[in-house]
């Protein structure tokens, strides 16, 4: 199409061997992705995207307030055997850590609670928060975000999971992050499944 410029319907389906009834809802789809444009009596012309543009178009027009799950957390008190109970309890890779007013203050995985486990050590007395990445080495996402920059930070951050955060004044004054969610690699795929089921 890019060596022929605007073409109509008629010619495409006459180039491909199709019916214009066949052709119709394919050239629909393709149209409202932005992959083809339309000029009424003129044809249809490529734009020039990508397919991968338009997925970073999406994403980026989705904010991760929109994509999130619930979070699951554990004070730092939390014994590492409690907080091993619950990961499985909950199903989840990660356990968002908080404080008594359930500000975060870090993050734990599967990996270092397997550390753990294999150190001999008594996981019943072992606090999670000994084991736990502290603030400010929790790399974090906000509800404003863009699925696809948070998405891109879980990928170059090489982690699987990350708190959802508003920043918020605590009674002392002191600037700190709320934990409102978790958005992880599971969040991306669901939303690829029901973007396709569109």
Do not use: W
């Not at 994509?67 to 014994?79: D, M, Q």
């Amino acid at each position: 199409m890019n060596r022929h410029g605007p073409i109509t319907g008629a010619h495409i389906a006459e180039k491909l061997n199709l019916s214009r009834a066949a052709l119709r809802p394919d050239l629909a789809i393709l149209t409202m992705s932005g992959m083809l444009g339309a000029r009424p009596k003129v044809g249809y012309y490529c734009t020039g995207k990508t397919p991968s543009d338009l997925i970073a178009g999406v994403l980026g027009n989705i904010r991760v307030g929109e994509a999130h799950s619930h979070p699951v957390v554990v004070k730092e008190s939390c014994s590492v055997y409690d907080a091993i109970v619950t990961m499985f309890m909950e199903d989840v890779g990660s356990l968002i850590i908080v404080s008594e007013g359930g500000y975060l203050e870090g993050i734990a995985s599967r990996k270092d609670m397997l550390k753990q486990s294999l150190g001999g050590q008594n996981l019943n007395k072992l606090p999670v928060s000994i084991v736990m990445t502290r603030m400010p080495n929790v790399i974090v996402t906000h509800p404003e975000e863009s699925v696809f920059r948070a998405a891109q930070k879980l990928i170059t951050q090489q982690v699987d999971a990350m708190p959802v955060v508003n920043l918020v004044q605590n009674d002392a004054g002191e600037e700190k992050y709320q934990v409102v969610g978790r958005f992880t690699k599971t969040n991306i795929t669901r939303l690829f499944v029901q973007l396709a089921g569109h």
